[in-house]
Nanobody, 115 residues
Framework: QVQLVESGGGLVQPGGSLRLSCVAS????????MGWYRQAPGKERELVTS???????TYADAVKGRFTISRDNVKNTVHLQMNSLKPEDTAVYFC?????????WGQGTQVTVSS
């Protein structure tokens, strides 16, 4: 079992920045991928970004050049630096981990981009 706890969401104006963090605990030795998904009202959950234990990253086209994922394997933490935020980035952001074939999710943190 893997437990994920997110922090760092909030309200920010368009063009602003936020940094999300996710701490993993439990069977962390089995985690091979971590990342972030988001779900806006009335929309399906979508992948934002992911990072493997080897440091390979992927990004959704909508966030390339604005968001950066990083991983601290010593602290079992993954961060999401979000810059140049847009109103369409408003969503609940979920931390994600995959341990073998099993997915795990955090409880989600709200990000609202509004003036």
């Amino acid at each position: 079992q893997v437990q994920l706890v997110e922090s760092g969401g909030g309200l920010v104006q368009p063009g602003g920045s936020l940094r999300l963090s996710c701490v993993a605990s439990g069977s962390i030795f089995s985690i091979n991928v971590m990342g972030w998904y988001r779900q806006a009202p009335g929309k399906e959950r979508e992948l934002v970004t992911s990072i493997t234990d080897g440091g390979r990253t992927t990004y959704a086209d909508a966030v390339k050049g604005r968001f950066t994922i990083s991983r601290d394997n010593v602290k079992n933490t993954v961060h999401l630096q979000m810059n140049s935020l847009k109103p369409e980035d408003t969503a609940v952001y979920f931390c994600y981990a995959r341990a073998g074939p099993f997915p795990y999710w955090g409880q989600g943190t709200q990000v609202t981009v509004s003036s």
